[in-house]
Nanobody, 120 residues
Framework: QVQLLESGGGLVQAGGSLRLSCAAS????????MGWFRQPPGKEREFVGR????????AYVDSIKGRFTISRDNAKNTVYLQMNSLKPEDTAVYYC?????????????WGQGTQVTVST
């Protein structure tokens, strides 16, 4: 399995931007579909979006469409989450995860999470 480490979280004002990174170690990063999830304070973890093995396909939850973009660089074993026009309700711990399938299936590797706080 691949090991994942998120970075790039922090405190930002509403309307601002952040880019999260998720660095993978281990082999065959390009064989994984990469997902981003978030867990707001006091709430369940929720799906944010995912990107296919080569990066040609993406899927997002409706609440962030048009504001967040997922990309990946397989040469750097890294997946990114660009977050623009941030809102206070985007405050959460953000996690990246890996699985082998596009539709369905379990995410088999998870990062430790990175905190994003959006102030008013």
């Amino acid at each position: 399995q691949v090991q994942l480490l998120e970075s790039g979280g922090g405190l930002v004002q509403a309307g601002g931007s952040l880019r999260l990174s998720c660095a993978a170690s281990g082999r065959s990063f390009s064989s994984y579909v990469m997902g981003w999830f978030r867990q707001p304070p006091g709430k369940e973890r929720e799906f944010v979006g995912r990107i296919s093995w080569s990066g040609d396909l993406t899927a997002y939850v409706d609440s962030i469409k048009g504001r967040f973009t997922i990309s990946r660089d397989n040469a750097k074993n890294t997946v990114y989450l660009q977050m623009n026009s941030l809102k206070p309700e985007d405050t959460a711990v953000y996690y990246c995860a890996a699985r082998s399938t596009w539709l369905g299936g379990e995410y088999v590797s998870w990062g430790q999470g990175t905190q994003v706080t959006v102030s008013t």
